[in-house]
């Protein structure tokens, strides 16, 4: 019984397969229409991911950024309090 259903299955699967061959709608598009719906497919593609990648590539710029000058004047700070010697305890200055 089993075996019957999978055959009956597989038959109308072939017979669906062979009936959709042969429409008129199933036309080979020509070469150069073809083309041109491919070039005008990667071209909205390529712009759209161009753009995102722009998006990320500035976000990331301006963390990393923000992270690098925030270092930088952090160790500037502290280059300058090292070199600043704190005041004598217990002297006063005129």
């Known amino acids: 019984m089993k075996n019957l259903r ?3 299955a597989a038959l109308f699967c072939l017979v669906a397969i062979l009936a959709s061959c042969g429409k008129p709608g199933n036309v080979a598009m020509d070469p150069a ?3 041109q719906k491919v070039d005008s497919i990667v071209a909205a593609q390529t712009t759209a991911f161009k753009a995102e990648a722009e998006q990320k590539c500035q976000t990331r710029m301006q963390t990393e950024v923000q992270a690098k000058a925030d ?3 952090n160790a500037k700070k502290a ?3 090292a070199a600043t010697p704190p005041p004598a305890a217990g002297k006063n200055k005129p």
């Open 6 to 8: 999978l055959s009956l």
């Open 33 to 35: 229409k073809q083309k």
């Open 71 to 73: 270092s930088m004047v």
């Open 79 to 81: 280059q300058a309090a």
